[in-house]
Nanobody, 125 residues
């Protein structure tokens, strides 16, 4: 079993930055595909960013391209989401997800086996 714990969320003004961290425990996740998703109030959970276990391939939803960066530090069993130029529409609970098998579609919620509890990001206008 893998446990994922997100941190780094908070309240920030429009245009500000936050860096989310997702620390994994239980097993090393260096060979896991990792993703970030978010869920705004009254909306479904949606894909934000993902990275292959090899670290060489990343994916982003169009609305965050050029503003968010996913990265990983396998020595720390941690995945990060650097979020810059934040907008009010980025307000949501952000979730980290992991899967030990190479996922066919990194953007699909159903592909991931492990999820964190989420961290709240609020962007004020």
């Amino acid at each position: 079993q893998v446990q994922l714990v997100e941190s780094g969320g908070g309240l920030v003004q429009t245009g500000g930055s936050l860096r989310l961290s997702c620390v994994a425990s239980g097993r090393t996740v260096s060979s896991y595909d990792m993703g970030w998703f978010r869920q705004a109030p009254g909306k479904e959970r949606e894909f934000v960013a993902a990275m292959r276990w090899s670290g060489g391939t990343t994916y982003y939803t169009d609305s965050v391209k050029g503003r968010f960066t996913i990265s990983r530090d396998n020595t720390k069993n941690t995945v990060y989401l650097q979020m810059n130029s934040l907008k009010p529409e980025d307000t949501a609970v952000y979730y980290c997800a992991a899967d030990p098998i190479t996922i066919a579609s990194l953007t699909s919620i159903d592909e991931y086996d492990y999820w964190g509890q989420g961290t709240q990001v609020t962007v004020s206008s």
